[in-house]
C-alpha cells in the first residue's frame, strides 16, 4: 500500500498557524502539569483539569464538529461505538499489564517512574479522580489528539504523516515529566488510538470511550 509518510509532506503543518498554536499551547500546558519547575504551582488534578477544558474547547470550536450536528445516530450506533470502546480499553489494559512485567525485567528504573505516576493521585480523592478521567480529561485528549490534530494534519500532509507526527508530538509533550516510562505509555496508547483513527476516522467516539474508561481503569479502577 502507498504511503504519504515523508519529512516534506510533515512540513505541511506548518501552513496551518492556528494548528501549530494550539499545539504549543498544549505543549505549555504539559510543562505545566508535569515540569519539576512548576511542581507545587498549584495540584495537578486542578492543572489537569484546566487543561482538559481548553484542549475541549480548542476541538469543539474546529470543523468538523458543526457538520455532526446534522447527522442522526441510532441508539444501535451509539451501543456499537461504546462497546468497541469498552472492548478497546480492556484490550489496552491488558498491553500495559504485559508492558510493566516486562519493562520491570528490563529496565531497573521501570519500577520507581511507574510508582511516580501513581503518586500523582496520592492525598486525592480516588472518586473524584476516575470520575474527572472519564467525564472530562479523557475526552478532551481525543477528542483534542485525534479528533482536531490528526484529522487537520490529514487534510495537511496526508494520513499517514498525521498518524506518525500526532503520536510523535502526545509523546513528546510528556518529556517535561523526565519519565521515560511515561512518555513510552503515551506513545504506545497514542499509536493504538491513532493507527484505528487512521483506519477508520468514524471509530472516534470508540475512541474517546476507550482513552475516558483506559485511563480510569489503569490510574484507579485496576491500576497495574
Known sequence: ???????????????????????ATAALLWFLMF?????GM????TLM???????????????????LKCKKTSASDVALQL??????????????WVGDKASQWMFSFAGG??????????????????????????????LFWRGYVQRRMGELCGQDTALVMTCVIYSLVHIWSF????????FVAGAVWGMLYRLRPSLLPALVTSHA????????ILPI
Open 113 to 142: 517512574q511507574i510508582d511516580s505516576i501513581y503518586g500523582m493521585k496520592d492525598g486525592s480523592n480516588p472518586v473524584v479522580i476516575a470520575l474527572l478521567l472519564l467525564l472530562l480529561i479523557g475526552p478532551a485528549e481525543e
Open 1 to 23: 500500500m502507498k504511503t504519504d509518510l515523508s519529512l516534506g509532506n510533515a512540513v505541511g503543518i506548518f501552513k496551518d498557524r492556528h494548528l501549530c498554536l494550539y499545539m
Open 35 to 39: 515540569s519539576p519547575w512548576t511542581k
Open 213 to 220: 474508561l483506559w485511563d480510569a481503569l489503569v490510574f484507579i
Open 83 to 96: 462497546g468497541a470502546g469498552t472492548v478497546l480499553a480492556f484490550a489496552l489494559w491488558g498491553i500495559f
Open 179 to 186: 519519565n521515560f516510562m511515561l512518555v513510552a505509555a503515551a
Open 49 to 67: 483539569s484546566i487543561s482538559a477544558c481548553v484542549l475541549s474547547v480548542i476541538a469543539l470550536s474546529e470543523q468538523p464538529w458543526k457538520e
Open 42 to 45: 498549584a495540584s495537578f488534578w
